[in-house]
């Protein structure tokens, strides 16, 4: 590990470039969806990522969080719009029941990642995910395969203004929000005991174990920091959002895989890897969306693999070996 | 009634299962001997339902002749894919081999749709029914249930009879003793890596003569999940085992269903899917070397 | 964080009369359809002849017509469409971009229930008029939103036509066995069949669902196989569509009618099965080629008209697409679509967006689609739907009988 103080100086270009995000969203008329798509790959990316640079494994289940978030948000708003009294109560006790239902599945992976590795921690992700979207169609709770659909009930409860401002402007603006926070949490772990020890259990867990590393705690936090994050932007992205939730929609594995783009393109394992991927990758597919309709996939694809094999590291990793030793080196992490 | 409902649906499922099974093989095989899991596994299916079409629709052959050729094509795409993109890929974290692999899918399906359009296809090779007292056969699922028995025989022969097919056996078991034994390692890694989508393609004709319609560029990704669960029956790393595991995965899912159907006020169908799944995760928790493994 | 809150409201009530004077200008110079399109993933298919069926109409307008009647003169309609890839993230972005950058004067809905209901919050803060076409679920309408108008009819009544038609040819034909995919569309179909079927006096021996993308229908056809049933109706989409008369055939179940929705009607379904197969199956639909809407037909009903005929519309859609395809349902609401548009735009001689929503609420007319009409919330009405069977690899239309162009077969012949 190298002999940086705990300073935060990395954190600098990350919030940067969110607030110049947010600014051309919030001031140029027409821009503020689009900022918002940006800003949700790059909070995925970013929670991914604590996940994914801390510990090693690869979740490809990720979506689960997101999908649980979505849902708990849901719940709450379904169930508590009856009662006038909690007011936009029901959206902070939407998500905290969002944080919850996250954190029971990072403890069930986290159970998981104790005894799998690699490709079968993967594999066993991508079957809970699946395991528990067709345990909800199949057994026909939470809504079952009709989803919930609660814009109205919304509406109902805080009057159309208030949900035309929290659905288009409020529920994007926290995804800024949690995006700034993963990237502070990122960053912090990055600087602090957690961070070192996950590090030295990544390269030998035997020898960690040995020196006295509670490896499975710091492992267990690093698992519920990512899902909270996680259900955190699937509760403000899609459920608060867009006020409906079908399971086929929200438990599909296409998005990790998305996630999975967004930190590779920057950089796994970095801070600003995922940001610099999300912009990338959210602008190039809203460009070629908006120019080549149709076409996106098709030229996407090559990109990818042409990414992978020529810069694995990353476009981050390309500008950290620019500037090694030169004094903007501090900033990128 | 129930139990002759049972006893049909089973037959079927284990049709389904050499299937499956066939499917599932090339997908092991490439895991086993370069430690990568083929995330676009599924498209390579694809890839063989059209070439099934095509030359039943455009050329008039029957789906038997396709499967020879599906093979040929599917090695043919798979040393195309080793060497321009795998091959580099082998020694790095498997984040990179999964998302490679993910892009070929994608690339894959554009380029499937480019070529027949978005549109849901199929065929209909009318050779006859077999009528028994429980359940009606169309003769197409018993040929591909021989097919698949067939490739699943010869591919055991080659892998204990023939020189290649041992070597590519000791890869999987210990790649740097294989290496140290004089295995040309790169090669082997080519020549399984193309067998494995062979087998894939090829399969995909297989599925074809199952189900003949539906196919259409997109149809590749819930196969993709099916072989993952069969997959991890089997042990992962197994070609046998995944064929195997086929055949049982085909009884569970259509049994499975029987008895579900019994249960009031749920949905079976879903819930066959769930369990699977369910399975597929407390089988990796407690015997992560597969059912039939040791 | 009360006065950021603050300066958000004010920043956005200048926004929306910036817009508001937009809307009230002297009148414009063309008029714009905006359209977050699915051209590529799950949706690509329909996608793909919804843009087809509003090319079509708009050469229509444009070339034809003249353009629309607005402000004392005619002005062109032009056509903004992007590519949402099938997903509900695309589609609040993109159609934010149609509204602000395109400044568009309507937007089209993105298919499928779901996504007509991601793009719907969006459309609303704008203030925009939101037209589905592609959204059939009834449940949309339940929310309030108050800028959006649906063209396709609702999914409960896919069936009802089916199975009055089944009790008028055979009344003894009592056991109905119903099986649905699992989608948002289907379960609407469902519902409505079910009741239906007991309205008549129908005994309902089977009632399933499966869900979307199902690879093998046997054991769920074996179960239903198990309870003789005299009707058999069912189906969701397109590929279940198929999977569903193929598996049948395979299983040999013969029953007397089958009728499957949003797959039988479509032109390439008869080749998809291979022939012999679709033989006798029949499909309710909203639109089907060869239904024969007339300005004449229009006129005994006392409803005004618009639009080409269907062989007009089927050539602009084959000059639209470039490809020697015709057009079905999807294409066939999404033009409608853009007739309601220009002749409520018409009625009112403005385009505040307003105005045009309840000018809608307030439009009959008939077009090549048929009837249109909603209701208060936005819910389509007017429409009613024909039933189509393959008749030696042709579509005939056997129901209603005033609109039919040939005989049911019945009962439907063996696999």
Same mark, same amino acid.
């Given at each position: 590990?190298?002999?940086?103080?705990?300073?935060?100086?990395?954190?600098?270009?990350?919030?940067?470039?969110?607030?110049?995000?947010?600014?051309?969203?919030?001031?140029?008329?027409?821009?503020?969806?689009?900022?918002?798509?940006?800003?949700?790959?790059?909070?995925?990316?970013?929670?991914?990522?604590?996940?994914?640079?801390?510990?090693?494994?690869?979740?490809?289940?990720?979506?689960?969080?997101?999908?649980?978030?979505?849902?708990?948000?849901?719940?709450?708003?379904?169930?508590?719009?009856?009662?006038?009294?909690?007011?936009?109560?029901?959206?902070?006790?939407?998500?905290?029941?969002?944080?919850?239902?996250?954190?029971?599945?990072?403890?069930?992976?986290?159970?998981?990642?104790?005894?799998?590795?690699?490709?079968?921690?993967?594999?066993?992700?991508?079957?809970?995910?699946?395991?528990?979207?067709?345990?909800?169609?199949?057994?026909?709770?939470?809504?079952?395969?009709?989803?919930?659909?609660?814009?109205?009930?919304?509406?109902?409860?805080?009057?159309?203004?208030?949900?035309?401002?929290?659905?288009?402007?409020?529920?994007?603006?926290?995804?800024?929000?949690?995006?700034?926070?993963?990237?502070?949490?990122?960053?912090?772990?990055?600087?602090?005991?957690?961070?070192?020890?996950?590090?030295?259990?990544?390269?030998?867990?035997?020898?960690?174990?040995?020196?006295?590393?509670?490896?499975?705690?710091?492992?267990?936090?690093?698992?519920?920091?990512?899902?909270?994050?996680?259900?955190?932007?699937?509760?403000?992205?899609?459920?608060?959002?867009?006020?409906?939730?079908?399971?086929?929609?929200?438990?599909?594995?296409?998005?990790?895989?998305?996630?999975?783009?967004?930190?590779?393109?920057?950089?796994?394992?970095?801070?600003?890897?995922?940001?610099?991927?999300?912009?990338?990758?959210?602008?190039?597919?809203?460009?070629?969306?908006?120019?080549?309709?149709?076409?996106?996939?098709?030229?996407?694809?090559?990109?990818?693999?042409?990414?992978?094999?020529?810069?694995?590291?990353?476009?981050?990793?390309?500008?950290?070996?620019?500037?090694?030793?030169?004094?903007?080196?501090?900033?990128?992490? | 009634?129930?139990?002759?409902?049972?006893?049909?649906?089973?037959?079927?499922?284990?049709?389904?299962?050499?299937?499956?099974?066939?499917?599932?093989?090339?997908?092991?095989?490439?895991?086993?001997?370069?430690?990568?899991?083929?995330?676009?596994?599924?498209?390579?299916?694809?890839?063989?339902?059209?070439?099934?079409?095509?030359?039943?629709?455009?050329?008039?052959?029957?789906?038997?002749?396709?499967?020879?050729?599906?093979?040929?094509?599917?090695?043919?795409?798979?040393?195309?894919?080793?060497?321009?993109?795998?091959?580099?890929?082998?020694?790095?974290?498997?984040?990179?081999?999964?998302?490679?692999?993910?892009?070929?899918?994608?690339?894959?399906?554009?380029?499937?749709?480019?070529?027949?359009?978005?549109?849901?296809?199929?065929?209909?090779?009318?050779?006859?029914?077999?009528?028994?007292?429980?359940?009606?056969?169309?003769?197409?699922?018993?040929?591909?249930?021989?097919?698949?028995?067939?490739?699943?025989?010869?591919?055991?022969?080659?892998?204990?009879?023939?020189?290649?097919?041992?070597?590519?056996?000791?890869?999987?078991?210990?790649?740097?003793?294989?290496?140290?034994?004089?295995?040309?390692?790169?090669?082997?890694?080519?020549?399984?890596?193309?067998?494995?989508?062979?087998?894939?393609?090829?399969?995909?004709?297989?599925?074809?003569?199952?189900?003949?319609?539906?196919?259409?560029?997109?149809?590749?990704?819930?196969?993709?999940?099916?072989?993952?669960?069969?997959?991890?029956?089997?042990?992962?790393?197994?070609?046998?085992?995944?064929?195997?595991?086929?055949?049982?995965?085909?009884?569970?899912?259509?049994?499975?269903?029987?008895?579900?159907?019994?249960?009031?006020?749920?949905?079976?169908?879903?819930?066959?899917?769930?369990?699977?799944?369910?399975?597929?995760?407390?089988?990796?928790?407690?015997?992560?070397?597969?059912?039939?493994?040791? | 964080?009360?006065?950021?809150?603050?300066?958000?409201?004010?920043?956005?009530?200048?926004?929306?009369?910036?817009?508001?004077?937009?809307?009230?200008?002297?009148?414009?110079?063309?008029?714009?359809?905006?359209?977050?399109?699915?051209?590529?993933?799950?949706?690509?298919?329909?996608?793909?002849?919804? &843009?087809?069926?509003?090319?079509?109409?708009?050469?229509?307008?444009?070339?034809?017509?003249?353009?629309?009647?607005?402000?004392?003169?005619?002005?062109?309609?032009?056509?903004?469409?992007?590519?949402?890839?099938?997903?509900?993230?695309?589609?609040?972005?993109?159609?934010?971009?149609? &509204?602000?950058?395109?400044?568009?004067?309507?937007?089209?809905?993105?298919?499928?229930?779901?996504?007509?209901?991601?793009?719907?919050?969006?459309?609303?803060?704008?203030?925009?008029?939101?037209?589905?076409?592609?959204?059939?679920?009834?449940?949309?309408?339940?929310?309030?939103?108050?800028?959006?108008?649906?063209?396709?009819?609702?999914?409960?009544?896919?069936?009802?036509?089916?199975?009055?038609?089944?009790?008028?040819?055979?009344?003894?034909?009592?056991?109905?066995?119903?099986?649905?995919?699992?989608?948002?569309?289907?379960?609407?179909?469902?519902?409505?069949?079910?009741?239906?079927?007991?309205?008549?006096?129908?005994?309902?021996?089977?009632?399933?669902?499966?869900?979307?993308?199902?690879?093998?229908?046997?054991?769920?056809?074996?179960?239903?196989?198990?309870?003789?049933?005299?009707?058999?109706?069912?189906?969701?989409?397109?590929?279940?569509?198929?999977?569903?008369?193929?598996?049948?055939?395979?299983?040999?179940?013969?029953?007397?009618?089958?009728?499957?929705?949003?797959?039988?009607?479509?032109?390439?379904?008869?080749?998809?099965?291979?022939?012999?197969?679709?033989?006798?199956?029949?499909?309710?639909?909203?639109?089907?080629?060869?239904?024969?809407?007339?300005?004449?037909?229009?006129?005994?009903?006392?409803?005004?008209?618009?639009?080409?005929?269907?062989?007009?519309?089927?050539?602009?859609?084959?000059?639209?697409?470039?490809?020697?395809?015709?057009?079905?349902?999807?294409?066939?609401?999404?033009?409608?679509?853009?007739?309601?548009?220009?002749?409520?735009?018409?009625?009112?001689?403005?385009?505040?967006?307003?105005?045009?929503?309840?000018?809608?609420?307030?439009?009959?007319?008939?077009?090549?689609?048929?009837?249109?009409?909603?209701?208060?919330?936005?819910?389509?009405?007017?429409?009613?739907?024909?039933?189509?069977?393959?008749?030696?690899?042709?579509?005939?239309?056997?129901?209603?009988?005033?609109?039919?162009?040939?005989?049911?077969?019945?009962?439907?012949?063996?696999?």
């Amino acid at each position: 590990m190298k002999k940086t103080l705990p300073k935060y100086y990395p954190l600098i270009p990350v919030f940067a470039a969110y607030l110049i995000m947010f600014l051309v969203g919030f001031s140029i008329p027409g821009m503020w969806q689009m900022v918002a798509l940006l800003a949700f790959y790059c909070a995925l990316g970013q929670s991914w990522n604590i996940f994914m640079g801390m510990t090693g494994y690869v979740d490809f289940g990720y979506v689960t969080f997101i999908a649980l978030g979505t849902y708990g948000m849901s719940l709450g708003i379904t169930y508590l719009s009856q009662y006038e009294w909690l007011g936009i109560g029901i959206i902070v006790i939407g998500f905290i029941l969002a944080l919850f239902l996250a954190s029971l599945s990072a403890l069930l992976e986290a159970f998981i990642a104790l005894r799998l590795r690699g490709a079968y921690f993967a594999i066993a992700c991508i079957g809970i995910n699946e395991g528990l979207r067709y345990l909800i169609e199949g057994a026909k709770f939470w809504g079952g395969s009709e989803g919930l659909i609660f814009f109205g009930a919304l509406v109902q409860a805080l009057g159309r203004e208030t949900v035309n401002q929290l659905t288009t402007f409020w529920a994007d603006f926290s995804v800024f929000i949690i995006a700034a926070l993963a990237a502070f949490l990122n960053m912090h772990y990055m600087r602090s005991k957690i961070g070192y020890a996950l590090t030295a259990v990544r390269e030998d867990e035997d020898a960690a174990k040995v020196m006295g590393i509670n490896a499975n705690k710091y492992k267990t936090i690093a698992f519920l920091t990512s899902g909270w994050l996680g259900a955190a932007v699937g509760a403000m992205a899609w459920g608060l959002k867009l006020g409906y939730v079908y399971p086929g929609d929200v438990f599909v594995i296409h998005y990790t895989v998305e996630c999975i783009v967004v930190v590779l393109l920057g950089g796994a394992g970095t801070l600003l890897g995922p940001v610099i991927g999300g912009l990338i990758y959210g602008l190039s597919k809203y460009w070629l969306a908006v120019i080549m309709p149709g076409f996106q996939l098709l030229i996407f694809a090559p990109i990818i693999i042409i990414i992978i094999v020529v810069a694995p590291e990353g476009v981050v990793g390309l500008l950290k070996s620019k500037l090694k030793g030169t004094k903007l080196e501090m900033f990128i992490e | 009634m129930i139990f002759q409902l049972l006893v049909g649906n089973l037959t079927h499922g284990l049709l389904l299962g050499g299937v499956y099974g066939v499917a599932t093989m090339g997908l092991s095989l490439i895991f086993g001997v370069i430690n990568v899991v083929n995330v676009g596994h599924g498209q390579f299916i694809m890839v063989g339902a059209f070439v099934a079409l095509t030359m039943f629709t455009a050329l008039g052959l029957s789906p038997v002749i396709a499967i020879p050729v599906a093979l040929v094509l599917g090695m043919a795409l798979g040393f195309f894919f080793f060497y321009t993109v795998m091959r580099r890929l082998i020694k790095a974290p498997e984040l990179t081999s999964l998302l490679a692999t993910f892009a070929m899918g994608i690339l894959l399906e554009e380029i499937a749709k480019l070529i027949f359009g978005a549109d849901f296809r199929g065929y209909n090779w009318a050779v006859g029914k077999i009528t028994l007292p429980i359940t009606t056969i169309p003769m197409s699922k018993v040929y591909a249930f021989v097919g698949s028995i067939v490739i699943a025989l010869f591919l055991y022969f080659w892998f204990s009879k023939t020189r290649l097919g041992t070597a590519m056996r000791a890869v999987i078991e210990d790649n740097e003793g294989a290496r140290v034994c004089g295995v040309n390692v790169g090669w082997i890694y080519a020549l399984s890596f193309a067998i494995g989508i062979g087998l894939t393609v090829m399969s995909g004709v297989l599925l074809t003569m199952f189900i003949p319609v539906g196919i259409n560029p997109y149809m590749g990704g819930r196969y993709t999940l099916k072989a993952f669960v069969i997959a991890v029956l089997g042990g992962l790393t197994s070609p046998y085992g995944a064929f195997f595991a086929g055949l049982i995965f085909g009884l569970i899912e259509n049994g499975a269903y029987t008895l579900f159907a019994q249960i009031p006020g749920v949905a079976p169908f879903p819930l066959t899917v769930s369990l699977a799944f369910w399975m597929l995760f407390f089988l990796l928790l407690v015997k992560p070397t597969g059912l039939l493994g040791k | 964080m009360k006065k950021n809150y603050l300066r958000v409201l004010i920043f956005m009530t200048i926004f929306g009369l910036l817009f508001a004077a937009n809307a009230f200008a002297a009148p414009p110079s063309k008029l714009v359809i905006g359209h977050p399109a699915c051209l590529s993933g799950k949706y690509a298919k329909a996608g793909e002849q919804a &843009i087809g069926g509003v090319k079509a109409c708009i050469d229509w307008v444009n070339n034809v017509y003249g353009g629309i009647l607005v402000g004392g003169k005619r002005v062109p309609l032009e056509y903004k469409y992007y590519d949402c890839e099938s997903k509900k993230e695309g589609v609040t972005s993109l159609i934010e971009r149609l &509204i602000t950058v395109d400044k568009v004067n309507v937007v089209f809905s993105a298919y499928s229930s779901g996504l007509t209901l991601a793009g719907a919050p969006v459309a609303e803060r704008y203030s925009m008029l939101y037209m589905d076409h592609g959204g059939a679920s009834d449940r949309i309408f339940q929310q309030g939103f108050q800028y959006i108008v649906q063209t396709i009819g609702p999914g409960s009544k896919y069936h009802v036509g089916t199975l009055s038609m089944i009790d008028h040819f055979d009344p003894e034909a009592k056991k109905v066995a119903l099986a649905y995919e699992d989608s948002e569309f289907a379960r609407m179909t469902m519902g409505g069949a079910e009741k239906h079927a007991k309205k008549l006096g129908k005994k309902i021996v089977f009632k399933r669902t499966y869900p979307k993308g199902v690879t093998d229908l046997t054991p769920l056809l074996s179960d239903m196989k198990a309870r003789k049933p005299d009707i058999v109706v069912g189906g969701g989409h397109y590929e279940d569509g198929q999977l569903f008369a193929r598996q049948m055939s395979d299983l040999d179940i013969n029953v007397k009618a089958l009728s499957l929705v949003a797959s039988a009607t479509l032109p390439a379904y008869y080749k998809a099965l291979g022939g012999g197969i679709a033989e006798g199956v029949m499909g309710p639909s909203h639109w089907e080629y060869g239904v024969t809407f007339s300005p004449d037909g229009a006129m005994k009903v006392g409803l005004d008209w618009i639009g080409p005929g269907q062989d007009e519309f089927v050539s602009l859609f084959k000059k639209a697409l470039g490809k020697d395809m015709i057009p079905d349902y999807h294409a066939a609401e999404a033009g409608a679509q853009v007739l309601a548009y220009v002749k409520a735009v018409e009625n009112i001689g403005s385009v505040d967006q307003f105005k045009v929503r309840a000018a809608l609420g307030k439009l009959k007319f008939m077009s090549f689609y048929g009837g249109w009409d909603v209701d208060d919330t936005g819910m389509q009405i007017g429409h009613s739907m024909v039933d189509m069977q393959w008749q030696n690899g042709k579509r005939v239309i056997v129901w209603p009988l005033e609109a039919a162009t040939g005989n049911l077969i019945y009962p439907k012949p063996k696999f």
